[in-house]
């Protein structure tokens, strides 16, 4: 058996803990620079706000309805996540996060248990111990795992535990399913099914083994045999390395110096590559792009982007801030206002796989590869930015971030304060 915990609407429950005034009142978080809403409390959903509606537009019905607005607090989320994961750690020593508010456990070796009690005790645990609302959904694989959980959400006397396992049962909720809606059936795939008449969960679990190996391959096979219930995913054959990197920023403000623009594009270039270190892989092609603002229709518009190749592949700090500011260079045009910009390996093998060139110098690589695992070291034990190229500045994203919450649980000087009358 499986289980997957699903904390409820994270960030706006996050904001919460320390806010109960909140409870029963719409809340929202923005993106980054405060862009649009990420994550809304259930309130704010009845209202009709949708993930993704921009913030501007937002502003009429937030002062009609007294919607409380978060910019996002990474911080605070991030070790409000590592305190659900320690309460799950005590029901099962194996414990995989497959997201800041996601976490899967293995339950194989529990036997003669009560799932369908266990799961509402995990969900009640994670609430007194965190207040922090969580679904547990239990099944015999991951994939319906995930849609008992979704269950939980949409039917509050299940007491946020639901253990899914009988045929029948299975059935039952499989044809209410949306088959957009599952697990490993992506846009791709949903727009094929949708061709041939697929709705449900059900229907895809009705398609023929050969239909389905031949049009949605191994990863599409995974999931049809998963929601037949026959477990194939296992603990951590989702981890991945990423084929593409990408990190990329709205600007705090419209940026229409180089020397600016140049920091940014090189502050995301030094961020990906530390990305793709983290997963050990090389990259043999980047695109560095800008946009300006398109919402300022008065002013001149431009859009663009750099191709860069790696021939022999790299994962080197500084070959490829070098690379991201030659490119920053060549893309910045004078008199246009840049609002957005970014860095993405289009192309990225594994360390395995990676072959050196002949004219490659070893003691050159050498002596790199030891430049790039300082800066990882030092940067890890003294924070992001630590240790920077002179070409990105101070290194930091620059964001507006006006509803900022403090940072409660990991900073001293953000504590939260106790009256006592």
């Known amino acids: 058996m499986y289980a997957l915990a699903d904390c409820n609407n994270f960030f706006a429950s996050c904001e919460r803990v320390f806010r109960p005034e909140l409870n029963g009142r719409p809340v929202i978080v923005l993106s980054n620079n405060d862009g649009c809403a990420v994550a809304r409390s259930n309130e704010a959903k009845a209202l009709g706000i949708k993930m993704g509606d921009p913030y501007f537009k937002l502003r009429p019905l937030i002062e009609q309805h007294g919607i409380a607005v978060f910019s996002s607090n990474f911080a605070l989320y991030g070790d409000m996540s590592r305190r659900v ?86 059935e039952k909720v499989l044809r209410k399913f949306p088959a957009e809606d599952v697990w490993g059936i992506g846009r791709r795939s949903m727009r094929k099914l949708e061709g041939m008449g697929v709705v449900s969960a059900w229907d895809y679990t009705q398609l023929p083994e050969t239909t389905v190996r031949t049009l949605f391959h191994l990863p599409g096979f995974r999931t049809w045999k998963e929601l037949r219930g026959i477990p194939c995913v296992e603990f951590e054959d989702m981890i991945e390395p990423k084929q593409t990197i990408c990190v990329s920023r709205s600007f705090s403000h419209d940026v229409t110096s180089l020397q600016e623009f140049t920091e940014q594009i090189t502050t995301f270039a030094g961020k ?8 050990h892989s090389f990259a043999l092609e980047m695109v560095v792009f800008a946009i300006t603002n398109r919402f300022k229709e008065y002013l001149p518009q431009t859009s663009g982007g750099h191709y860069v190749v790696f021939p022999e592949g790299t994962q080197d700090h500084r070959k490829v801030v070098v690379a991201a500011a030659d490119a920053a260079r060549f893309l910045f045009r004078e008199g246009y206002a840049y609002k957005k910009g970014g860095v993405v390996f289009t192309k990225i093998e594994q360390n395995g796989a990676h072959v050196s060139s002949l004219f490659e110098d070893s003691k050159a690589l050498e002596k790199d590869e030891r430049l790039s695992s300082s800066i990882d070291s030092i940067n890890k034990v003294f924070g992001p930015g630590a240790v920077l190229f002179g070409v990105q500045g101070d290194g930091r994203f620059h964001m507006t971030q006006e509803h900022k919450s403090p940072r409660y649980t990991t900073r001293w000087t953000e504590l939260p304060k106790v009256s006592v009358k």
Do not use: N
């Not at 005590?90 to 899967?104: G, K, L, N, R, T």
């Not at 990906?272 to 997963?279: D, G, I, M, S, V």
């Open 272 to 279: 990906a590559t530390e990305k793709l270190r983290a997963q």
């Open 85 to 170: 994961q320690e309460v799950l750690r005590a029901y099962s020593p194996a414990v995989e996060p497959y997201s800041i508010d996601e976490c899967f456990l293995d339950l194989s070796g529990v036997e003669h248990q009560d799932f369908d009690a266990l799961a509402k005790t995990i969900s009640r645990e994670c609430w007194k111990q965190t207040s922090i609302p969580v679904s547990v959904g239990i099944a015999p694989t991951k994939t319906l795992a995930k849609i008992a959980s979704k269950l939980c959400k949409k039917y509050p006397k299940l007491r946020g535990g639901c253990y899914m396992f009988r045929p029948e049962d299975i």
